[in-house]
């Protein structure tokens, strides 16, 4: 079966892969023009992604800081105030679920699906299963969910999703070791080329996590270290470029690391990886905020986009844009108004942080709180408790999902 994007093959001679190098696209695939369309119309001007695919588990960590119980009724009422805050898809372009999100509705009726594409936003779902100790390294993971996931894919897709997420971490502190970069860019890698099979533009996401004391440097390097590997196993495995958007973290000192570094610095180390390792035929860099406040990842955002980049360079923030929303909302109906402003506030400057526009002399100082956790995880795919253990041989916390 002729399944190959290139005229080359990994079973073929070195020789004449190198040969074939720019061969024509011998068969094109069913969902090709598709991922390609819906890649950039995430990636397009002045809108980024809301990320709001925190698990049960996660989203409950969330409704318990402002003390409102983790109920299925209490986690649809938050999202349908994200999703339906007025003209949020002037700003937004796509919102990543969760799978119990993606087959919500809102009170009156209407699915989150239907209400998502109405506002000309994408929806979009994670798909990875959360992460695990991987045996024999430094106390790193690997994430899981290749097993079935062509099929869950293909029922997302039935069900309104275009877009996908898995999210894979990188720990300097922990080294990291080779094996667990490889396995991270791998299993990337082989998702990526599941979701383009089943029509969803895949979201590649090697998060560097922000834990440590290394500087910016040693930031860039493993930063340019996992994205080699990652675009060497997706090429691989015929992921087409143009249907892919990456989630990369910014390229920063680590969070104990004593030189801290201004957005010019981070934009400048930033672009630099991405310039040194991305493709331009990679439509959209879709950075998370990975614990930075509200301000400082959009100011970085805003330093990036002060002169025009080969590819859209935009947001896909979770904690940043959710933040103060969740601390303004309080699970009372009556402050869901005044929620959704303080929402579509952050995806405003983020829109024009996306267009090197934004002007922070308009901000409170609830967007200059720092986010950051140490040793921050997600319990991604159980509802129940997320056992914390600290490991004695590395600075990072594993866990456990007690399911
Ligand atoms: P943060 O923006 O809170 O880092 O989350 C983004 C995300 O979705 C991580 O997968």
Same mark, same amino acid.
């Given at each position: 079966?002729?399944?190959?994007?290139?005229?080359?093959?990994?079973?073929?001679?070195?020789?004449?892969?190198?040969?074939?190098?720019?061969?024509?696209?011998?068969?094109?695939?069913?969902?090709?023009?598709?991922?390609?369309?819906?890649?950039?119309?995430?990636?397009?001007?002045?809108?980024?992604?809301?990320?709001?695919?925190?698990?049960?588990?996660?989203?409950?960590?969330?409704?318990?800081?402002?003390?409102?119980?983790n109920?299925?009724?209490?986690?649809?009422?938050?999202?349908?105030?994200l999703?339906?805050?007025?003209?949020?898809?002037e700003y937004?372009?796509g919102?990543?679920?969760?799978e119990?999100? =993606?087959?919500?509705?809102?009170?009156a009726?209407?699915?989150?699906v239907e209400?998502?594409?109405?506002?000309?936003?994408?929806?979009?779902?994670?798909v990875?299963?959360?992460?695990?100790?991987?045996?024999?390294?430094?106390?790193?993971? &690997?994430c899981?969910?290749l097993?079935?996931?062509?099929?869950?894919?293909?029922?997302y897709?039935?069900?309104?999703?275009?877009?996908?997420?898995w999210?894979?971490?990188?720990s300097?502190?922990?080294?990291?070791s080779?094996?667990?970069?490889?396995?991270?860019?791998?299993?990337l890698?082989?998702?990526?080329a599941?979701?383009?099979?089943?029509?969803?533009?895949?979201?590649?996401?090697?998060?560097?996590?922000?834990?440590?004391?290394?500087?910016?440097?040693?930031?860039?390097?493993?930063?340019?270290?996992? &994205?080699?590997?990652?675009?060497?196993?997706?090429?691989?495995?015929?992921? =087409?470029?143009?249907?892919?958007?990456?989630?990369?973290?910014?390229v920063?000192?680590?969070?104990?690391?004593?030189?801290?570094?201004?957005?010019?610095?981070?934009a400048?180390?930033?672009l630099?990886?991405?310039?040194?390792?991305?493709?331009?035929?990679?439509p959209?860099?879709?950075f998370?905020?990975?614990?930075?406040?509200?301000?400082?990842?959009?100011?970085?955002?805003?330093?990036?986009?002060?002169?025009?980049?080969?590819?859209?360079?935009?947001?896909?923030?979770?904690?940043?844009?959710?933040?103060?929303?969740?601390?303004?909302?309080?699970?009372?109906?009556?402050?869901?108004?005044?929620?959704?402003?303080?929402?579509?506030?952050r995806?405003?400057?983020?829109?024009?942080?996306?267009?090197?526009?934004?002007?922070?002399?308009?901000?409170?100082?609830?967007a200059?709180?720092?986010?950051?956790?140490?040793?921050?995880?997600?319990?991604?795919s159980?509802?129940?408790?997320?056992?914390?253990?600290?490991?004695?041989?590395?600075?990072?916390?594993?866990?456990?999902?007690?399911?």
């Amino acid at each position: 079966m002729l399944k190959y994007r290139l005229g080359s093959s990994l079973n073929q001679p070195l020789s004449s892969r190198t040969f074939s190098r720019g061969g024509l696209v011998v068969k094109a695939l069913k969902y090709d023009e598709e991922l390609i369309k819906t890649a950039h119309k995430i990636a397009s001007k002045g809108r980024g992604i809301l990320a709001m695919d925190e698990s049960n588990a996660t989203c409950g960590k969330r409704l318990d800081s402002i003390g409102v119980e983790n109920t299925e009724e209490n986690r649809r009422a938050y999202r349908e105030l994200l999703i339906s805050a007025p003209g949020l898809g002037e700003y937004i372009s796509g919102a990543i679920l969760f799978e119990e999100t =993606l087959y919500q509705s809102t009170k009156a009726g209407q699915t989150f699906v239907e209400l998502l594409n109405e506002s000309g936003i994408v929806p979009g779902i994670k798909v990875d299963k959360g992460l695990v100790p991987l045996a024999n390294s430094n106390g790193e993971s &690997w994430c899981m969910g290749l097993d079935g996931l062509d099929k869950r894919c293909a029922e997302y897709y039935k069900a309104g999703a275009r877009f996908s997420k898995w999210r894979s971490v990188v720990s300097i502190p922990a080294g990291p070791s080779m094996i667990a970069l490889r396995d991270c860019a791998y299993g990337l890698a082989r998702y990526a080329a599941i979701a383009q099979d089943a029509g969803l533009v895949p979201i590649v996401e090697p998060e560097v996590m922000l834990d440590g004391e290394q500087d910016i440097d040693r930031c860039l390097e493993v930063q340019e270290a996992i &994205w080699a590997e990652t675009f060497k196993y997706m090429a691989d495995n015929k992921v =087409l470029f143009e249907g892919i958007l990456l989630k990369p973290a910014m390229v920063t000192p680590g969070a104990d690391c004593k030189v801290k570094s201004n957005p010019t610095q981070v934009a400048e180390y930033t672009l630099k990886m991405l310039r040194r390792r991305v493709p331009p035929a990679v439509p959209g860099i879709m950075f998370l905020s990975g614990g930075q406040s509200e301000l400082e990842s959009t100011l970085n955002l805003n330093a990036m986009n002060q002169a025009p980049n080969p590819w859209h360079v935009s947001f896909s923030y979770a904690r940043a844009l959710q933040n103060t929303v969740l601390k303004t909302w309080q699970g009372k109906t009556e402050n869901v108004q005044i929620a959704q402003e303080a929402l579509l506030k952050r995806a405003k400057a983020n829109s024009l942080a996306q267009q090197g526009k934004y002007d922070a002399s308009g901000e409170g100082k609830e967007a200059g709180a720092g986010m950051y956790e140490k040793g921050y995880v997600y319990c991604e795919s159980c509802i129940t408790n997320v056992t914390v253990m600290f490991d004695m041989l590395s600075p990072i916390k594993k866990f456990t999902c007690n399911t």
